[in-house]
């Protein structure tokens, strides 16, 4: 008979099976969790639980440890390998945990044992810097697009399936760059990978055939979306990137803009992108051109008619999937000469989305392709701004409709006026689906001496914890929280606890910042820590920080120059672990003279010129997990799927009714629990050749399994080494890396070849350089092949 052996590993078809994710990704709104059906299960008979063979009645039973093989123990009516005594399990090695009486026993023994519940995250101490997960600076000398670093884009992040695997969460980073210290503002698309910065797409730069037909605006904002409903229903699926075409061959800095989408072409050796189609009108086949190349805003993509196809739209003009203009170009709104960007969402509850802007709710009329102004907006003269929609307070009514009803109010940052002015003052205000203004109308904090600015586009979130919304803005010299609880008005239960008792009124802080070159640049909102009050993310000409929501504090801060447009720092599962980063974009604005270190967070590290981005994240992992996606400027969540696909608008959850979601521009945390933490385990499988006691070549086995409560991304580290029985020098035998993705419960087996030394122990170790948030890193390395050995038969 064939030698049989333990392994420590959780039995699939013996004591319990891997638990398997649902079927299909993660619907909106949710976490980074969803994969198919069965992702990461071990592979059919390679099974057993550390039991030994016992012919085919299955394997040993027993009543006390003398029914066992020598150098085993009787646990749960079960022959286990004497792993030792613990007291946690991080004392436990490989696949095991420590059970209540200080006993090392396999998970799957007894078989609802499958992972430790209890593991989590611990709270990131206030004032712990974030590290440079990785950086892009530019391409290498000679690479014809080296000057190209410069980026004003909002990084967007989505998976968009370049390694034609739906069970694999490998994000990348889409942003527009532009030619460094020129005035004629030369734009070009690149795509990135978000595990490694390294650039993965390109077109419409000075090595591209095609260059003007393909070329972008300078600063164009993109929406990635399937437009053509192949995600997830074909395996070579990918989401489409939407932007702006600069039209002309850059001898004039103004040339107009046409809306563009790129398709992702795999079938050859190597992804490329394609462009699929210009906007245009229809009938008529007519280039729809608007704006110019000094614009900073971008499209964005919703489902307005229900049929689950999106439209994509831009300064109030409609196209469809085909790049075709639905409706009647409307005259530009010339705002600051950036744009302002497109909002929609159904706010007054009649299962339709309406576009929501400074001036007006507007339904779509799908017969007519036009916007019709809702009769409930009744006020007029506003001035214009960049809009946000969230739940401010009961103040917005429609006649015919029940008061309770959880109608959302608008919140708009607007300048002083439509020109670009940095020597003005705008203002912030609350408006309702009236027009009616129920907070503010503000000016942008300043001090007396200094202009207020343009005002950038708001957040939204409960930053005090008092379960109320607050609104939040840049501008030129304050980063500011307006909360209309620090009024003579509170909102029942509201609450106004002001760091600095000297602020006007409707200010709970603000916090120093510098952004004199355009005072428009975007923030985004999170909950770092899981403790449902939100931190804020924003990024001036010199410093990308994370402000405390309660009081402004500065949480931690790093370096990242720029001359500043509408970007803003996004934040995002940008690599697929299942946590938590921030993407932060550059540009190398040699103009620029920002302290060194940051003067609000010393431990900054020192101020620097550097283009490109970086990508920022806790050095142990600690912040809570987010989605593997931002897709769009004004993002809320509940638009899109993780998977890049816009909601069916009558599937569309109402961001602001959400747990947890009554804020804007601000990511939700994964659907596997804020705090959820990963414990990866590892324990040699086949020992039927390591424990011959031959020195030979062998094919190393191992069973690698995740017994915490968050995933693991594929690509985690196995190594396989020895050391004699009396201790030494580690000798490496081979290395491997996981190939798919492991929810909780989930396992797999590993394999590499090795020259074994039969006078040494074999051991194996999963993450040796703890790369991977985890649990109990004690588990990570395996029982060596001196423990298990007794075990075989």
């Not at 006649?399 to 959880?406: E, F, H, L, Q, R």
């Not at 993780?642 to 804020?663: E, F, I, T």
Request: aromatic share 8%; net charge negative.
């Amino acid at each position: 008979m064939r030698a049989q052996y333990f392994s420590i590993f959780l039995a699939i078809g013996i004591f319990a099976s891997c638990s398997a994710s649902d079927g299909g990704k993660t619907p909106a709104g949710g976490g980074s969790g969803g994969t198919e059906a069965g992702t990461g299960g071990t592979d059919a008979g390679t099974g057993g639980s550390i039991l030994m063979d016992s012919g085919s009645d299955g394997p040993t039973s027993c009543g006390s440890t003398n029914d066992c093989p020598k150098g085993t123990l009787c646990k749960y009516q079960v022959c286990i390998p004497n792993l030792g005594t613990c007291s946690t399990n991080d004392d436990c090695p490989g696949d095991s945990y420590c059970d209540t009486d200080g006993i090392c026993v396999p998970y799957g023994i007894p078989s609802s044992k499958t992972n430790d519940p209890t593991c989590e995250k611990s709270t990131p101490s206030p004032g712990v810097a974030p590290i440079v997960q990785c950086e892009w600076t530019g391409p290498a000398a000679g690479d014809p697009t080296a000057e190209y670093v410069d980026i004003y884009s909002a990084p967007m992040v989505a998976d968009l399936n370049l390694d034609l695997d739906a069970k694999k969460i490998q994000p990348s980073i889409v942003v527009t760059t532009f030619k460094t210290g020129t005035t004629s503002h030369e734009g070009m698309l690149r795509v990135f990978d978000g595990r490694t910065c390294q650039e993965q797409l390109r077109i419409g730069g000075p090595d591209d055939p095609d260059i003007d037909g393909n070329r972008v605006g300078y600063a164009a904002n993109w929406a990635i979306g399937d437009l053509d409903g192949d995600v997830g229903s074909s395996p070579n699926g990918h989401p489409e990137l939407v932007g702006l075409h600069r039209v002309g061959d850059t001898t004039n800095a103004n040339d107009p803009l046409q809306l563009v989408a790129f398709s992702i072409d795999t079938s050859g050796a190597q992804p490329k992108l394609v462009r699929k189609w210009l906007g245009h009108t229809c009938p008529g086949n007519q280039p729809v051109t608007f704006a110019n190349n000094l614009a900073n805003y971008g499209p964005g993509l919703w489902d307005l008619d229900d049929d689950g196809v999106p439209e994509i739209l831009i300064d109030g003009m409609v196209y469809d999937a085909n790049g075709c203009l639905l409706n009647a170009q409307p005259p530009p709104s010339s705002y600051l000469n950036l744009g302002l960007f497109d909002v929609v969402a159904d706010v007054d509850l009649d299962g339709k989305p309406e576009l929501v802007r400074y001036d007006g709710i507007y339904a779509w009329d799908t017969s007519a392709k036009a916007w019709q102004l809702e009769s409930y907006f009744t006020q007029s003269g506003q001035k214009p701004g960049q809009v946000a929609v969230v739940d401010v307070g009961h103040y917005s009514a429609i006649n015919g409709k029940p008061a309770t009803d959880p109608f959302p109010e608008i919140v708009v940052v607007s300048a002083a006026s439509t020109s670009f002015n940095p020597s003005s003052t705008g203002s912030i205000r609350v408006q309702t689906l009236s027009g009616d203004v129920v907070f503010g109308p503000i000016d942008l904090y300043h001090q007396t001496s200094v202009f207020g600015g343009h005002g950038g586009p708001p957040t939204a979130s409960d930053f005090d914890g008092d379960g109320q919304v607050e609104l939040a803005a840049a501008a030129n010299e304050f980063y500011v929280v307006y909360d209309p609880d620090c009024t003579s008005t509170p909102r029942p239960g509201g609450q106004c606890k002001k760091p600095n008792s000297a602020l006007p009124a409707g200010i709970l802080w603000a916090q120093p910042s510098q952004d004199f070159s355009s005072s428009v640049t975007g923030s985004s909102v999170f909950d770092f820590d899981g403790d449902g009050t939100s931190e804020v993310v924003y990024g001036d000409e010199c410093y990308v920080r994370v402000f405390d929501g309660p009081t402004g504090a500065v949480r931690f801060s790093a370096p990242a120059s720029t001359g500043t447009g509408f970007e803003l720092p996004v934040i995002a599962d940008v690599d697929g672990d299942f946590a938590t980063e921030i993407v932060a974009v550059r540009t190398t604005a040699s103009s620029l003279s920002c302290p060194s270190p940051d003067p609000l967070f010393p431990a900054s590290g020192p101020w620097v010129h550097k283009g490109g981005f970086s990508i920022l994240r806790d050095p142990e992992d600690r912040w809570v997990s987010s989605r593997p996606i931002w897709n769009q400027h004004a993002y809320s969540i509940t638009h899109v799927t993780d998977d890049a696909r816009v909601v069916q608008s009558s599937k569309v959850l109402d961001n602001w009714q959400q747990p947890g979601m009554n804020n804007f521009r601000q990511n939700a945390q994964g659907e596997l629990g804020k705090l959820a933490l990963a414990d990866l385990t590892v324990e040699l499988d086949d020992l039927s050749e390591v424990c011959s006691g031959k020195t030979q070549t062998v094919d190393l086995s191992a069973k690698v399994c995740n017994r915490g409560t968050n995933p693991v991304q594929d690509g985690a580290e196995i190594i396989f080494y020895q050391l004699p029985p009396e201790g030494g020098a580690q000798t490496l035998l081979c290395k491997v890396e996981t190939g798919t993705l492991l929810a909780p419960g989930d396992c797999t087996v590993v394999h590499c070849t090795g020259e074994v030394d039969g006078s040494k122990d074999v051991y194996v170790a999963a993450d040796p350089e703890g790369t991977i948030a985890d649990c109990h890193p004690g588990n990570n390395v395996g029982a060596g092949s001196g423990k298990l050995c007794p075990t075989v038969r």
